[in-house]
């Protein structure tokens, strides 16, 4: 598939972004739900929110039969992209890497918060590409913290719906005791989000452990129009 970009260096993507209030505000809104960003963004950001799964987002992934037939390729490159981590030499790396820049500079300059994943459904850390990129994310005030979640136990594969049982996530997720989460800011991440069950799961075990505050973000939303 060939990638356009638009002058400003930033990928031509359906014109599902962010929409802004007629009174300038900076909030944000998904389906017509307004939210005032939290201190990990910046305030005139992209970022886009759907209140119902409590995730934040950059851009839409229409799954194949979706029936928008003209973004479907797209979501076929963001997803191979993304499950690959990129962790060689690939034909995409600076198109993920302007991806990437697109979801950085939403991201707060100053506010230090860390960056954890949720981990693969294999035991332990598991193979899991989305971390690579992810650790492209830290630097300065974002701390990598994306080995902090790990599996106790394997657990099955998403469902055809990319669905999980809530509470068996849950118990199949520990914490690396060796980083230091007590009244931390975590924006615990995932590649692609459905339901947001795993990210959710992920949520309630950091705060759970001490964590102060924790916001959920994929790099894209799984929508079906």
Not at 82 to 102: F, T
Not at 191 to 202: C, E, P, W
Not at 211 to 222: F, I
Request: proline fraction near 3%; hydrophobic fraction near 30%.
């Amino acid at each position: 598939m060939k990638v356009e970009f638009n002058e400003d260096g930033s990928i031509k993507l359906p014109k599902e972004w962010t929409q802004r209030s007629s009174t300038g505000s900076s909030s944000n809104t998904i389906e017509g739900d307004y939210v005032d960003l939290p201190v990990i963004f910046k305030k005139d950001s992209k970022v886009q929110y759907n209140k119902e799964t409590d995730v934040y987002f950059r851009y839409y992934y229409h799954p194949k039969g979706s029936g928008n037939y003209q973004q479907q390729d797209f979501s076929y490159w963001l997803l191979s992209a993304l499950k690959s981590g990129m962790a060689n030499p690939h034909p995409d790396c600076e198109v993920i890497d302007k991806v990437l820049y697109r979801i950085k500079e939403c991201l707060s300059e100053s506010t230090e918060f860390k960056i954890a994943i949720m981990p693969s459904h294999s035991k332990g850390l598991g193979k899991t590409p989305f971390r690579w990129i992810a650790q492209k994310l830290c630097g300065g005030n974002i701390v990598d913290y994306t080995s902090l979640l790990v599996r106790s136990h394997d657990i099955e594969v998403k469902h055809k719906d990319n669905t999980r049982d809530f509470q068996g996530e849950i118990e199949s997720l520990e914490l690396d005791t060796k980083f230091n989460i007590k009244d931390s800011i975590i924006l615990l991440m995932d590649d692609i989000t459905t339901s947001g069950t795993s990210l959710n799961a992920g949520k309630e075990v950091l705060l759970n452990a001490g964590t102060k505050e924790v916001y959920c973000m994929a790099v894209a939303k799984t929508v079906r129009w």
